[in-house]
Structures are given as structure tokens and as C-alpha cells.
């Protein structure tokens, strides 16, 4: 609505819109990816140590992104390393560049 009276009250266009749920959802998303990873890994641990299930259990669940993160990359997961780095930097890189897109696009 180039020149019209209404942009000076919805000064959100449809992009805007768009990205801002898509940057809103992305962090969810990702976390999800990872949680679910972590926790199936942990339940493939089985019973060696309930003491390190149970730690690990709680970070991720209190600290959302990072407890997922931090036992991918540090909790001593059984998933083969380069696995790891690949979904927890891919993850990362891919909302960083959503961020950063979002950002040029609307900002």
C-alpha cells in the first residue's frame, strides 16, 4: 500500500510477518531436534549410570538450547563425533543465518 494513509498504522508488512514467526519457531524447532536426540541417547545408555541419566536429564530440561548442546558435544554421548558436530553447528548455523536474513530483510 505504497503512499497510502493506512501504512502510517500497520507498519508490518506480510515479509515481516513471515520472517518474524519463522525466526520465532526456528530456536523451538531446534531444540526439539535436539532434546529428542539427546534423550534417545540417553535412554540407548540404559542402566549404566542412573546418577549421569538423571544429571544429564535435568540440564537438558532446564536449559533448554544449551543442555541439549552442551550433551551432544560434552555429555560423553555415544553418537559418533562428527555426527554430533554436524547437527549441533548445522542447527546453530542454519538459525544464525535465519537471524541474519531476518535481520538485512526487515531491520
Do not use: H
Not at 31 to 59: E, H, P, Q
Not at 72 to 99: D, H, K, Q, W, Y
Amino acid at each position: 500500500m505504497p503512499g497510502s494513509v493506512l501504512k502510517l498504522f500497520m507498519p508490518m508488512t506480510q515479509n515481516s510477518v513471515l520472517f518474524g514467526v519463522y525466526d520465532y519457531l526456528l530456536p523451538i524447532m531446534l531444540y526439539c531436534a535436539w532434546s529428542t536426540l539427546a534423550f534417545l541417547d540417553l535412554a540407548r545408555a540404559g542402566d549404566a549410570n542412573r546418577a549421569r541419566i538423571r544429571y544429564w536429564s535435568a540440564v537438558i530440561l532446564l536449559f533448554p538450547l544449551a543442555g541439549a548442546a552442551g550433551y551432544l558435544l560434552l555429555g560423553g554421548s555415544e553418537i559418533p563425533r562428527l555426527t554430533r558436530l554436524a547437527v549441533v553447528g548445522g542447527g546453530a548455523a542454519v538459525v544464525l543465518a535465519a537471524f541474519g536474513y531476518t535481520w538485512i530483510r526487515i531491520g
